[in-house]
């Protein structure tokens, strides 16, 4: 089976993704749109000009079984070539975007592909199209619990204080460090904010092993992940109530989603008081990347005609 893999930028679970369905015989091939993408930037619109003639050009040049367009932008590409099925998988900020023109896109793209893909029950419930919930997966390998103090002499942090670790750069201004630093500020606790940024995606398993809480204010995400790989880690997390986190972390020890200040400090200082870990191993289970290989696998050959329906199907605004 030979897929070609359409996205606007690589991120590392998109990478996992690709690996995982490799490693079940899957032949893929990424093609992402030109240009550069950095932070809160975006790209210009002569740049997804250029995309569709390079999709066109790779389908000339392979026998590609089908075509999968991750996030909302790059569906129209996909289902503008009227030969190979379309699988799309919606990320979050295009079908939850602030923007009405990029969530219709993502509504009236979703309507017209193959299937449909979403991660989270929230879009699932948003959707006004068949969808089938398939969550991205976690390294489970790659992001465990280790040692707090093996984790910071592996990484240099020479400190015995409780750190909350902010996990984006703290110039984007959606991640609203400012408000971070507020909150920790505000706490009546011994506390030292730390951001991560510009960090080898293998090397931030050590950082959450070597903090003490994971702070998240960001005004809206379409994940974040990091809040998944966080709670394979373990690591207590305080976030705003965006994206996925409260239905990954919300029920989970040690864990407080809020968009209310007060709630946050009272969480930050309940963590660092109770000097214990999240339970949050237990929110990840069958969530690995191998399950996701394995759904995503399965789904291409059900549209393929390779294989049987399952049960994973959802109806239009009904996740499971």
């Not at 606007?8 to 550069?36: I, K, N």
């Not at 996030?71 to 998988?89: K, S």
């Not at 900020?93 to 299937?115: I, K, P, V, Y």
């Not at 998240?216 to 373990?234: D, F, Q, W, Y």
Request: proline share 6%.
């Amino acid at each position: 089976m030979k897929v070609l893999q359409l996205v606007t930028s690589p991120r590392p679970f998109f990478d996992q993704q690709v690996s995982a369905l490799e490693a079940r015989g899957v032949d893929c091939t990424v093609c992402s749109v030109p240009g550069a993408h950095r932070g809160d930037s975006t790209r210009s619109p002569t740049d997804y000009l250029r995309f569709y003639p390079k999709i066109l050009s790779e389908l000339r040049s392979g026998e590609y079984d089908l075509v999968h367009a991750n996030y909302g932008l790059v569906a129209p590409f996909a289902l503008a070539q009227p030969i190979r099925p379309v699988i799309l998988t919606l990320w979050g900020t295009d079908l939850m975007s602030e923007q009405s023109w990029l969530r219709s896109l993502s509504q009236h793209s979703a309507r017209h592909a193959t299937a449909t893909v979403v991660p989270t029950r929230t879009m699932a419930r948003t959707l006004e199209a068949d969808h089938e919930l398939i969550p991205f997966g976690v390294d489970t390998e790659l992001f465990r619990p280790m040692p707090k103090a093996a984790a910071r002499d592996r990484i240099g942090w020479d400190t015995d204080r409780p750190i909350a670790l902010f996990p984006y750069d703290s110039s984007r201004g959606v991640k609203d460090y400012a408000r971070a630093r507020r909150l920790v500020d505000r706490a009546d606790i011994d506390l030292e904010l730390r951001t991560v940024t510009g960090v080898d995606h293998d090397k931030i398993p050590a950082y959450m092993n070597a903090s003490d809480v994971l702070l998240v204010t960001s005004k809206r995400e379409s994940g974040p992940m990091v809040v998944k790989e966080a709670a394979a880690c373990s690591l207590p997390v305080v976030s705003t109530d965006v994206g996925f986190v409260r239905e990954t972390v919300g029920d989970v020890h040690n864990c407080v989603v809020s968009d209310d200040d007060d709630a946050l400090i009272d969480g930050l200082e309940a963590v660092i008081e109770s000097d214990s870990r999240a339970n949050g191993c237990d929110t990840i289970d069958g969530l690995g990347i191998e399950a996701l290989g394995e759904s995503l696998h399965g789904l291409y050959r059900r549209v393929l005609g390779r294989d049987e329906p399952t049960s994973r199907r959802t109806e239009a605004g009904h996740g499971i």
